[in-house]
């Protein structure tokens, strides 16, 4: 009788838990940032690095590579981390997308010659990126506070749970680092051309965070913004994309802000590039 009731429990175990899926409501995003002053420490730190010496080696990996070799390793990286997609697609009770998104592993498997080129896009199977962060938001997990982490970037109280628990658990890079050892550490760099190749596609768009009045606040309501549309799947309601604006907020003026901008960019036409300056490191804003 135990082992009867035991087994009616199992097979019940699926139904209670998309029962519970289903039943969540997404936390409403946050415009806040009450750690934005240890944030802004992080930042500058991370920027620093990465100019000293995270960019020139994706500057040198650039240089030794052409567009259609970076294409197939960035293809290549894309689909080899697939599995992460999946294995949160399945935690999110979203059967079909998790079909589909096997589907499009073992066909750029295959007939993309190990992944390193994109047919399954053209047979009609699209690139769909899901991770525990986008599985604990759709669970009703709230957001949490932003963190600016040291050399890993942006990221908030929920999304960082996606770091260990994708990384340990669905993600083959770090399953074939954990499993492999050599003399010399070889079995890291995958996961280090990852990141180089991660880096070498941010560099086209350096110009957008260049021209922002305060790029830590670019930064961070990008990453935000960025976020929500991967919660919802590209189309979030108008009530929470009004709230992340800042649109409901009493003291938004928006008009202010753009006059701050214009202000700040006739500043920097005006001063020789050794002397121009960042914004103000209390000034907050809205993406």
């Not at 053209?122 to 963190?147: I, K, M, Q």
């Amino acid at each position: 009788m135990p082992s009867l009731l035991r087994n009616h429990l199992l097979r019940l175990l699926p139904l209670v838990a998309l029962a519970l899926l289903t039943g969540c409501t997404i936390a409403k995003p946050r415009t806040d940032d009450p750690l934005e002053k240890f944030n802004r420490g992080v930042y500058s730190f991370n920027d620093s690095v990465d100019k000293a010496v995270i960019r020139p080696v994706a500057v040198g990996y650039r240089k030794v590579t052409n567009p259609p070799v970076r294409r197939a390793m960035s293809d290549f990286f894309t689909n080899i981390r697939m599995p992460i997609t999946v294995a949160n697609d399945l935690l999110q009770a979203r059967p079909l997308q998790a079909a589909r998104s096997t589907g499009r592993f073992l066909v750029n498997l295959t007939l993309g010659i190990g992944g390193f080129f994109d047919p399954a896009s053209s047979l009609g199977l699209p690139l769909e990126d899901n991770d525990f962060g986008v599985t604990l938001a759709r669970w009703g997990v709230p957001e949490g506070d932003f963190l600016m982490l040291p050399l890993i970037g942006p990221t908030t109280v929920r999304d960082v749970w996606r770091l260990p628990v994708d990384s340990y658990f669905f993600d083959p890079l770090s399953y074939y680092a954990r499993n492999n050892h050599y003399d010399y550490g070889q079995q890291y760099l995958p996961q280090l051309m990852y990141l180089v190749t991660l880096r070498s596609r941010g560099i086209d768009a350096e110009s957008f965070l260049e021209s922002a009045y305060d790029p830590y606040v670019f930064l961070r309501d990008a990453y935000r913004q960025q976020r929500l549309y991967q919660i919802y799947d590209g189309n979030p309601p108008a009530e929470v994309i009004e709230q992340m604006q800042g649109l409901k907020e009493q003291d938004f003026d928006p008009e202010e802000l753009l006059d701050e901008q214009h202000k700040w960019e006739r500043n920097q036409q005006q001063q020789p590039p050794a002397q121009q300056q960042p914004a103000p490191q209390g000034q907050a804003g809205h993406g």
